[in-house]
């Protein structure tokens, strides 16, 4: 098996976090759907989730102007 090294953010980038070592291309695709599918690409944040509905949820969450504005007014947001 050859080995494959991962650094890509936001979870494998040196300096910052460690280069993820892995035996293979199916130890990289799955290293590669839990870490890297489903991150906040937002300025600063790189939050990783599980899948696209969290996510998404993040994001409206924590970066959208117009649902902080509705929950300021008390106003469901999601």
């Known amino acids: 098996n050859k080995r494959l090294i991962c ?3 936001p979870t494998c980038n040196p300096p910052i976090n460690r280069a993820c070592v892995l035996h293979g291309t199916r130890e990289l ?3 590669y759907a839990t870490y890297h599918t489903w991150v906040c690409e937002e300025h600063g944040c790189g939050c990783v989730f599980p899948g696209e ?3 998404e949820l993040h994001q409206t969450e924590c970066h959208d102007p117009l649902a902080a504005v509705r929950k300021d007014r008390g106003e469901k947001i999601v």
Do not use: K
Request: net charge neutral; proline share 11%; glycine share 0%.
């Open 7 to 9: 650094t890509l953010p």
């Open 29 to 31: 695709e799955a290293h």
């Open 53 to 55: 509905r969290l996510l």
